[in-house]
């Protein structure tokens, strides 16, 4: 994808830039538990800060409840009241802004990122308010202010033009550095570039890496190229796995959308997880595989239990079975020893991997083995192949399992990651510019 970033554009000094991060960390009591979001956005901050900008960061936290129709998750209580005229929007907006900053501030980033960047950081306690305005004006060279949770407006979502304008305010150049939001046609990520408000929009180096390594990797890798597929089930992956059938050379398959796959095959799988409705779409991805040349590979023997683990990481007994021999009263929770030596094998003889989604119950230490063996075989090629983390409970197992500077890159955003990998344009960073 050649788009335009940061380290494209000259004579920054003085220059009013607008960057949409990613903030959206956890916190627990109004305390930051995780920076790794933080710390990912430095670098492209440092930059501009460096080169004398004058920074305005924005980003979401959570789900506030401030939004006012049906359509953008507004109970039905308060849309009635607003259909019947008994109050406003803006009374409903107000009370949630209200109930809502305690959790839901971004005060605590602002604190964070101004001991990080040596006292060059203020916050907003609005978006596009009086304080955000004055606080904005009052940027000097090398100067960034951190506006308040943008979902805090309903008009951020909706992508509203009204909204868009005032958000972009006085900016000149535009900076999207939130890969994790990238799939969303929002107002940060989008709607601002895409109403022609900030002509100049580049992308930041966190979303420049994402781009260099894994969408570079999609479309032109060195082979032999292997996809690794888990996580519960194949409705959720459709289109990547269609996708990727094209582009790799082998396509591996664990988790709990494994089962639908070996019933595909005729096989019983007891009482594993299953999609019914899917069970002839994966006849027709295995058809689909032997047509293109490409190999399946599926689980040849199967972790199994009675039940489900409660809470998910209580001790459990299991047993190992071959994946076509999985009693009707069993539950398929993990790849047995077989499947993950033929798994790592295939991993061993690769020059790219990607991996999205976990081989069985990771949460649980018995049930975690498979998904520490991929993980373990990535680290095996580490300097020799490409791998890449397609984001969500793949990054976390990966960062858990204490494995996260032994892969070439680990992806900020799993819906975006997911997104990219069904061969989807992704708003916000198709609407960037495009190198010269």
Not at 137 to 162: M, P, T, Y
Not at 318 to 339: F, L, Q, R, Y
Not at 355 to 384: H, R, S
Request: aromatic residues 6%.
């Amino acid at each position: 994808m050649n788009k335009m970033s940061v380290k494209d554009l000259k004579d920054l000094k003085g220059k009013k830039v607008l960057v949409r991060c990613d903030f959206n960390v956890p916190m627990k009591d109004g305390k930051i538990t995780d920076e790794n979001r933080i710390q990912g956005a430095l670098p492209t901050i440092k930059y501009l800060l460096e080169n004398g900008a004058r920074v305005t960061l924005c980003s979401h936290l959570g789900k506030p409840h401030s939004i006012f129709s049906a359509e953008f998750k507004l109970n039905k209580k308060d849309k009635k009241k607003v259909d019947a005229g008994e109050t406003t929007a803006e009374a409903i907006e107000a009370k949630a802004r209200k109930e809502e900053p305690a959790k839901l501030t971004l005060a605590p980033v602002a604190a964070r990122l101004n001991e990080l960047l040596g006292g060059k950081v203020t916050f907003a306690k609005d978006v596009i308010g009086p304080d955000a305005k004055a606080k904005r004006d009052a940027l000097k060279e090398g100067e960034a202010v951190l506006l308040e949770n943008l979902r805090f407006h309903w008009e951020e979502e909706k992508n509203d033009e009204a909204f868009c304008k005032a958000l972009a305010y006085d900016a000149e150049i535009y900076v999207n550095d939130a890969f994790g939001t990238a799939h969303r046609a929002h107002a940060s990520t989008a709607g601002i570039v895409q109403y022609g408000i900030i002509k100049t929009a580049v992308c930041g180096f966190l979303i420049e890496k994402e781009l260099t390594v894994m969408a570079d990797t999609l479309e032109h890798p060195v082979r032999p190229f292997v996809a690794i597929l888990g996580g519960a089930k194949v409705a959720d992956k459709l289109n990547v796995i269609n996708n990727l059938l094209e582009k790799c050379d082998t396509l591996i398959i664990g988790g709990g959308m494994a089962y639908t796959f070996l019933k595909a095959k005729g096989y019983e799988v007891g009482t594993s997880l299953l999609d019914e409705e899917k069970i002839d779409y994966c006849k027709q991805m295995m058809e689909k595989a032997k047509a293109l040349g490409k190999e399946l590979l599926l689980p040849i023997d199967t972790v199994v239990c009675d039940k489900f683990p409660d809470p998910i990481d209580a001790p459990i007994e299991v047993e190992t079975v071959d994946s076509d021999k999985i009693p009707a009263d069993k539950m398929g929770m993990d790849i047995g020893e077989k499947t993950r030596a033929l798994y790592a094998e295939k991993v061993h003889s690769a020059k790219s991997v990607i991996w999205n989604g976990p081989m069985g119950v990771f949460e649980n230490p018995t049930l975690a083995k498979g998904t520490i063996a991929v993980a373990q075989a990535l680290a095996d090629v580490y300097g020799k192949c490409t791998t890449i983390i397609g984001g969500g409970d793949s990054a976390a197992a990966i960062q858990q399992l204490g494995f996260a500077d032994k892969v070439t890159h680990i992806s900020t955003g799993g819906g975006a990651s997911l997104e990219l990998f069904e061969g989807k344009v992704l708003p916000g960073i198709d609407c960037l510019n495009d190198k010269k």
